[in-house]
């Protein structure tokens, strides 16, 4: 895998040259299952859609294996809705099949009235009244839970034999649903764990309100027990993506609806090229911390030359004093001179390598300078994507101002905003890649990962500083900055964020 | 109060004056008020445990979409148990809450409170205080339980050197019950619970 990154980057350097003849046509014919490490395909369904998705499903298990379509739901519910699992362990043991899916009740427990163990249904006073052989004097049953005598007709049992009358069952349909509580709604009796299938429920239940909650409910049970489908996170919106990939993999996901962007394995922001666990560890701990660590990092810093004071109002990296004219790095403050040419450094963490000697305080001091070292960075970056709303505006004016004066039409400048979309995307990635060293073990792995994120760094604040200062005929000098840096990003996300969940690097 | 929860109640009610339990004194149900949605348990300290011959009165509330939800149950009698608050009676027990089912009565539910007391879930807390204790001082626990149920549930056995300590603390000023309190909670460390009490 790493061997594929380095002749990918190298190919992004030569092809730096020979950009005007390769062109963009090259690219679009390119799979990009193969060469984006982003690519995720799926679709954005409706809710309509989906139902009939599931139906066929069920409809699908149904001829395959005599059940009923409510029983079919249950099951698949269970399985992942793996219609081919189902069908073989089905052939395999029908009986085991049915009774973990809890269709079915242990068959060594099977509660005939001899045996109905401890406290079920036992009580003393009415266990004899309430058996299926009711007593002599009328037809009449008593039911355990109302405690009222009924008709047998006015009966209703699951697979488990656990009779109760048709008024207290839709009274505890009622109950469960209100509790939100639907695919998992088991039978009344004690130590029972038999659920009930979907159509008793729509049989007894008869208030629309509550059918409807019932259908509302256990669609979403449904759709969440499905691997291949996600709520889109967005507020209020109803969309269901759907991967088409065969598998979960924490990949972007745009919903078409409402645009959210979400990864699609764990439902937060997307956050390549840290994995899921990481990053769920990552924002706790930033929630933790997040005070000292504001604290320290204020919004200001002095000038390495002159000592002004300098308040970092746009995206970029590189500082010009307007005090005393010196380009110098946000970050580290060095000179900028040396990040435009070479090697692009201050993004990589310095460990104290005599760490092991020094004591329990200077360690838990390091672990902080760590900690703080990434999060800083962390921080900057996702404080210049908000900037680099503001700079959006400022070149949208300036654009006005550019074309009001004549200098260049509206169509000419388009270009700008490109890279300025671009210029976001690759500082989201950005972002996202201090959690992923964080936790990254020390070795030579994590020193390819930072000399790439080095990289990635220096052509980001390139392209920063151009696009912010921009004029109609830097237009071939700011398309191949966009080119190199997007050529960066993909390349540390090939070689680091996995596209298959067998690869996944932890 | 729906239909249901009343004629189940009224049955249940005669269930338990029928029961064997009755007769052997273990369990009993009392009304508190004319219709039905208060009771009062009591349950009797298991033999073999440090609650035998204490006396446990229990608060049951039986809420409307009675027997579909379950009776909210709560001990009156404090008493020094891994999954029952020593504060305020509060119970953790799956019947109680998930795991219950319609079918059930109170006569179960009594007589798995019972079982409760017989065998305790110190995983599955309710006072973590006590759980600590069950779990890393047993002997500790087993001493401060059965001075509990002297003290509160009528039980038999004294533990003198607790009344003694209980005694200092009172001489100081301190309340009974919360001298009571601190001192379990400390090991009854006679030190430390002045220590906490006084700080």
Redesign the interface.
């Known amino acids: 895998m790493s061997g594929d990154g380095e002749s990918d980057m190298e190919y992004s350097d030569n092809d730096y040259d020979d950009y005007y003849n390769s062109g963009d046509s090259d690219v679009d014919q390119i799979d990009p299952k193969k060469t984006d490490p982003e690519y995720f395909d799926y679709k954005c369904l409706l809710v309509e859609e989906v139902e009939k998705l599931l139906n066929e499903l069920v409809e699908k298990l149904n001829t395959r294996i005599e059940i009923t379509p409510s029983l079919a739901k249950v099951l698949l519910h269970e399985h992942g809705w793996d219609v081919e699992k189902i069908v073989s362990k089905y052939r395999e043991n029908s009986n085991g099949l049915l009774i973990t899916a809890r269709v079915k009740p242990p068959t060594n427990d099977q509660p005939t009235p001899s045996t109905s163990s401890s ?3 036992s ?4 266990s004899t009244t309430n058996l299926p052989t009711t007593s002599s004097l009328s037809l009449h049953r008593l039911c ?5 005598s009924h008709l047998p007709d006015k009966f209703e049992k699951l697979a488990c034999n ?1 009779s ?1 009358c048709k008024d ?1 069952w839709a ?2 349909f009622e ?2 649903i209100f509790q939100g509580i639907t695919t998992q709604i ?7 764990n038999v659920r009930v299938p979907e159509d008793l429920v729509l049989n007894l239940v008869t208030r629309s309100i509550m059918r409807e909650k019932y259908q509302q409910f256990a669609f979403r049970d449904y759709v969440k027990s499905h691997p291949e489908l996600r709520f889109c996170p967005g507020p209020n919106c109803n969309i269901i993506v759907r991967s088409t990939s065969c598998e979960v993999l924490p990949k972007r996901t745009i919903c078409e609806m409402c645009q959210t962007q979400f990864c699609f394995k764990c439902g937060m922001d997307y956050h390549a090229p840290t994995n899921c666990q990481i990053i769920r560890k990552w924002l706790t701990k930033c929630a933790d911390d997040s005070e000292t660590a504001n604290y320290i990092s204020a919004n200001t810093k002095d000038c390495p030359n002159c000592h002004i004071c300098i308040e970092k109002n746009g995206g970029c990296n590189h500082m010009h004093c307007f005090h005393c004219k010196h380009d110098f790095c946000w970050m580290c403050l060095g000179d900028w001179k040396n990040h435009g040419s070479e090697y692009y450094e201050c993004s990589r963490y310095k460990e104290n390598p005599n760490i092991a000697n020094e004591s329990i305080h200077a360690q838990a001091r390091e672990a902080l300078k760590k900690y703080l070292h990434y999060y800083e960075r962390w921080e900057n970056h996702s404080k210049s994507l908000q900037l680099e709303q503001q700079t959006l505006d400022r070149i949208k004016t300036r654009v006005n101002e550019k074309v009001m004066k004549a200098q260049g039409t509206w169509i000419d400048w388009q270009y700008l905003f490109n890279a300025a979309a671009l210029l976001a995307k690759c500082r989201y990635t950005l972002q996202y890649t201090y959690p992923y060293a964080y936790y990254m073990e020390p070795g030579s792995r994590k020193d390819l990962f930072e000399y790439q994120q080095a990289n990635l760094e220096a052509e980001i604040e390139n392209l920063s500083w151009k696009v912010e200062r921009a004029e109609t005929t830097d237009l071939g000098d700011l398309e191949n900055q966009m080119d190199v840096a997007e050529k960066r990003r993909t390349t540390l996300l090939k070689d680091f964020f996995p596209s298959t969940v067998s690869n996944t690097f932890t | 109060m729906a239909n249901i929860a009343i004629s189940r109640i009224k049955r249940e009610f005669k269930e338990v004056i029928k029961s064997e339990e009755i007769v052997q004194c273990s369990i009993k149900v009392e009304l508190i008020n004319d219709n039905w949605t208060e009771l009062r348990g009591e349950i009797a300290g298991p033999p073999d445990t440090p609650y035998e011959g204490g006396k446990f009165i229990l608060e049951i509330k039986v809420p409307e979409t009675y027997p579909f939800n379950p009776p909210k149950v709560r001990f009156i009698t404090r008493i020094w148990h891994p999954n029952i608050s020593s504060v305020t009676g509060a119970i953790c027990l799956d019947i109680l809450k998930d795991n219950w089912a319609a079918a059930m009565t109170l006569r179960t539910v009594l007589l798995s409170l019972q079982a409760l007391l017989a065998a305790a879930e110190p995983d599955d807390p309710q006072d973590a205080v006590v759980a600590t204790q069950y779990k890393e001082n047993h002997p500790m626990f087993m001493l401060t339980a059965r001075h509990w149920t002297n003290s509160y549930a009528g039980g038999p056995n004294k533990v003198a050197d607790f009344d003694t300590k209980i005694q200092r603390l009172k001489d100081m000023g301190i309340d009974e019950n919360q001298a009571r309190a601190c001192l379990s909670k400390e090991n009854w460390d006679l030190e430390k619970a002045t220590e906490s009490l006084f700080s």
Not at chain 1, 123 to 126: K, P, V, Y
Not at chain 1, 186 to 192: L, R, V, Y
Request: hydrophobic letters at 35%; aromatic letters at 8%.
């Open positions: 406290i079920a249904c009580s003393s006073s009415w355990p839970v109302c405690a009222t656990h109760f207290c009274m505890h109950t469960q088991g039978c009344m009796a004690t130590k029972c």
